[in-house]
């Protein structure tokens, strides 16, 4: 067990307080029953998912160097359970930090804008940390199998970890980019079946969807098939807009390819709150759009 309280500065993003609020649900669920203190940003805002830098590169590192100021402010970690924040606000932390060296003139701009705001300025001291690697590397793997109280003895797991997890920032020190194995490592820690496929490090297709539907949900189809015909019981996710394009619209994605899927789709904190005995009503199972169901009943859990 751990001899002292992991803590951090807990930045839930908005799609787990809308859309996907399940996400944030469980989030506070699991890191209640682990013992982890989470210190929420009130006052954060949106990261932007990558499209402030479109219209302007200094909006997005203005807009997320005050979301990393918040968490310095407290003197702690920055943990997002999203993808997209965690590789939006980590490449801005990674380039802001370069540019203190190269380039402070543009540092000491986006100071004063954040001055003119009365926000503390950004100084580069805190990290940025999606929760996956957060428990693998703070918390520790032989402390989660320990926590298990309900093994997912014959689960089947197929990971989704997305692109921005694993490739929005130059260095990735916790796992391998290409072949990762942080979500594997875990399911097995569980008692789970890691269940490889080709597209598990690919694009969900969300990027497009909102001007692309048909090619959006054609990525999606591919890669829930893929892990169907893996065997996979379930796909497990550590990025809610990709729970959005492979749970929240698998009924327009399965008109899309023309093909019946019906594969259930977690949030990463979902999975590991089951497996430490929370109960599926706490952790909102019951909102997916794809039933959980299959999931539970082969847990032994009861389905009310």
């Known amino acids: 067990m751990l001899s002292h309280t992991l803590k951090y500065a807990y930045y839930p993003g908005c799609v787990a307080q809308g859309a996907c609020r399940e996400l944030h649900q469980s989030t506070l669920a699991l890191t209640k029953a682990l013992g982890i203190e989470l210190i929420e940003l009130k006052k954060a805002a949106c990261c932007g998912s990558g499209t402030f830098k479109e219209d302007s590169q200094l909006l997005e590192d203005t807009v997320n160097a ?5 968490a310095e402010q407290l003197n702690l970690p920055l943990l ?5 924040c965690q590789g939006v606000i980590g490449h801005v932390n990674e380039h802001l930090k370069e540019c203190q060296k190269t380039n402070p ?3 000491e701009k986006i100071n004063s804008l954040l001055q003119k705001e009365g926000c503390l300025p950004y100084q580069g001291t805190v ?3 999606h929760i ?3 428990l693998i590397k703070d918390y520790g793997l032989a402390a989660i199998a320990q ?6 003895t014959g689960l089947k797991c197929a990971a989704f970890y997305g692109c921005y997890l694993l490739r929005a920032q130059k260095s990735l020190a916790d796992d391998d980019p290409l072949h990762p194995e942080g979500m594997e490592n875990v399911f097995r820690a569980l008692g789970a079946t890691p269940i490889y496929y080709r597209g598990r490090t690919q694009c969900c297709g969300w990027p497009i969807s909102s001007y692309a539907s048909t090619p959006s949900f054609r990525m999606a189809g591919t890669h829930l098939q893929e892990a169907l015909e893996a065997g996979a019981d379930c796909m497990v996710t550590p990025c809610p807009l990709c729970h959005l394009n492979l749970d929240s619209r698998q009924p327009e994605v399965e008109k899309a390819i023309g093909r019946k899927l019906g594969l259930p789709v977690l949030h990463l904190p979902q999975l590991i709150a089951l497996a430490i005995g929370i109960s599926p009503k706490q952790l909102g199972l019951e909102r997916h759009i794809v039933s959980t169901q299959p999931v539970l009943q082969k847990l032994g859990i009861a389905v009310s």
């Not at 926590?147 to 997912?152: A, F, G, N």
């Open 80 to 84: 997002t359970h999203c993808s997209t």
């Open 105 to 107: 003139a543009y540092v």
């Open 147 to 152: 926590r298990v109280t309900r093994k997912l």
């Open 127 to 129: 990290e940025i940390k």
């Open 132 to 134: 996956l690697y957060a």
């Open 66 to 70: 005050r979301n990393i100021a918040l």
